[in-house]
Every structure is written in C-alpha cells, then in structure tokens.
C-alpha cells in the first residue's frame, strides 16, 4: 500500500496563499485531495489525473490548482483563502490516505 505524507499547512490570514505537498512512496499518476472542516464531513477539494487533466471542487475553482511534481510529490497551491477553507487537508490515492495537514485560516 502507497504511504503518504502531507506537508506545508498553517495558518494564514484571508486573502493569503498555502502550497501543500504530499509525497507517495512510489510513482504515482493520479491524486486527489480532500478537507475536513471541523463539524463538517471530509469533502473532495481537487484531482488530478494520469493525463494531467485537473478537476476541482466548486468552492475551490479559481483558487486553487493541482500539479504535479516529480513522479511521487503532488501539489495544492491555495490562493485567495477564505476562512471556510480551514480544514485537515488529505491526500489520497489507490485507498490510501495520508495523515493530514492543518490549515487555518484567520485574521
């Protein structure tokens, strides 16, 4: 089973940007990451394919991108955060999920 490991979260205050990254233990072609805001259930935020073709969550469209890196790091560059993006951000793939990483924010 692929490990993953999610890096890069924080806070930040609204209007600012975040870039997460999550590193597979081997090759990868697909990804996707989700969030979980407290309270809330885990949502679907973005995904990539092995194509490179990128789909994303409506909340999230025009603020954020999905890209991939070498063969085992995949990235979410976050802009223009809103408070409703604060959540543990996962990423996933094969059924397999990484440990999460915290991003708030607040002013």
């Known amino acids: 089973q692929v490990q993953l490991v999610e890096s890069g979260g924080g806070l930040v205050q609204p209007g600012g940007s975040l870039r997460l990254s999550c590193t597979a233990s081997?090759?990868?072609?697909?990804m996707g990451w989700y969030r979980q805001g407290p309270g809330k259930q885990r949502e679907w935020v973005a995904s990539?394919?092995?194509?490179?073709?990128t789909k994303y969550a409506d909340s999230v469209k025009g603020r954020f991108t999905i890209s991939r890196g070498n063969a085992k790091n995949t990235y979410l560059q976050m802009n223009s955060l809103k408070p409703e993006d604060t959540a543990v951000y996962y990423c996933?793939?094969?059924?397999?999920w990484g440990q999460g990483t915290q991003v708030t924010v607040s002013s």
């Open positions: 990539i394919l092995s194509g490179g073709s």
């Open positions: 996933t793939v094969h059924g397999s």
């Open positions: 081997e090759s990868i072609f697909v």
